[in-house]
T-cell receptor
Framework: NAGVTQTPKFQVLKTGQSMTLQCAQD?????MSWYRQDPGMGLRLIHY???????DQGEVPNGYNVSRSTTEDFPLRLLSAAPSQTSVYFC??????????????FGSGTRLTVV | QQQVKQSPQSLIVQKGGISIINCAYE??????FPWYQQFPGKGPALLIA?????SEKKEGRFTISFNKSAKQFSLHIMDSQPGDSATYFC?????????????FGKGTKLTVNP
């Protein structure tokens, strides 16, 4: 049982490049989400999904796309990277309706630097 | 607009002391208030959580106190240990109806000196 797996752990991009941050969970969680963590800003929700084929925006969705074709995977796409997207990105998953009892399971993060 | 305000930003406590972190919220529809603990290089992990129908919840050395009328809640760490040194985040959400949008405070970096 691997939990939530994020890849890559580190990435350096040039401005304007695109990339996909991968997130996979093996706990059959319906809910998955992406957060970004910046110094002094806490964790801010980017996008989330309550099941395959269903996604919605969080607090800071601009510049990011997501899709949920399977229960297990929830990739985050940066179409044209900007320096403002330099951050640590966390994927989290949980049981819908039960996440409030058991909390979310977070991955170990992807540290992204855009130069 | 910050929905959950957390203070202090950083906290230094001696071993054996009590660590207190405070949070305040505005949205009265919030009905779930968790605290997450994050160690360097790791993702956050659920520490303890409370619903607004109780005023206090205790798990070991960790206690949440909740004041619904003041829209405030706090985390108390009794007998603080160096291993408690981490960043703590309070959060809030409207947990019913399948919309599990968890909103986090900005975090408190706790350092427990030996």
């Amino acid at each position: 049982n691997a939990g939530v797996t994020q890849t890559p752990k580190f990435q350096v991009l040039k401005t304007g490049q695109s990339m996909t941050l991968q997130c996979a969970q093996d706990m059959n969680h319906e809910y998955m989400s992406w957060y970004r963590q910046d110094p002094g800003m806490g964790l801010r929700l980017i996008h989330y999904s309550v099941g395959a084929g269903i996604t919605d925006q969080g607090e800071v969705p601009n510049g990011y796309n997501v899709s949920r074709s399977t229960t297990e995977d929830f990739p985050l796409r940066l179409l044209s990277a900007a320096p403002s997207q330099t951050s640590v990105y966390f994927c989290a998953s949980g049981r819908l309706g039960l996440a409030t009892n058991y909390g979310y399971t977070f991955g170990s993060g992807t540290r992204l630097t855009v130069v | 607009q910050q929905q959950v305000k957390q203070s202090p930003q950083s906290l230094i406590v001696q071993k054996g002391g009590i660590s207190i972190i405070n949070c305040a919220y505005e949205n009265t529809a919030f009905d779930y208030f968790p605290w997450y603990q994050q160690f360097p290089g790791k993702g956050p992990a659920l520490l303890i959580a409370i619903r607004p129908d109780v005023s206090e919840k205790k798990e070991g050395r960790f206690t949440i106190s909740f004041n619904k009328s003041a829209k405030q809640f706090s985390l108390h760490i009794m007998d603080s240990q160096p291993g408690d040194s981490a960043t703590y985040f309070c959060a809030a959400s409207i947990g019913q109806g399948g919309s599990e949008k968890l909103v986090f405070g900005k975090g408190t970096k706790l350092t427990v000196n030996p």
